[in-house]
Nanobody
Framework: QVQLVESGGGLVQPGGSLTLSCAAS???????IGWFRQARGNERVGVAC????????YYADSVKGRFTISRDSAKRTVYLQMNNLKPEDSGMYYC????????????????????WGQGTQVSVGS
């Protein structure tokens, strides 16, 4: 069992930046990690994901070129750097993990993930 804790959310103006962190209770070396956003009243959608080896990285079309996912094995932490934020990026952001069962794969679908953090709120507005 792996426990995940997100941090780094907050209120930011459009065009601003935030970096979210997802800290794990154990090594994430053999886990695929995803970041998901859930706006009020909407379903949870995949924003970015990264394979256990760090090579494959996938992004939702709406964030390509603005968001970057990365992982630091030594710190047991995965990051989501968010630049040029827009109001539609607002929502609760969750990180999730699933054991790597297909080496090198990564998933943007929430149904693939077993372990979830409690979320961190991101609000983009003036």
């Amino acid at each position: 069992q792996v426990q995940l804790v997100e941090s780094g959310g907050g209120l930011v103006q459009p065009g601003g930046s935030l970096t979210l962190s997802c800290a794990a209770s154990r090594s994430l070396d053999f886990y695929v990690i995803g970041w998901f956003r859930q706006a009020r009243g909407n379903e949870r959608v995949g924003v970015a994901c990264i394979a256990s080896n760090g090579y494959a990285r996938y992004y939702a079309d709406s964030v390509k070129g603005r968001f970057t996912i990365s992982r630091d094995s030594a710190k047991r932490t995965v990051y989501l750097q968010m630049n040029n934020l827009k109001p539609e990026d607002s929502g609760m952001y969750y990180c999730a993990a699933t054991a790597d069962r297909d080496y090198g794969a990564a998933y943007l679908s929430y149904i693939e993930y077993d372990h979830w953090g409690q979320g961190t709120q991101v609000s983009v507005g003036s």
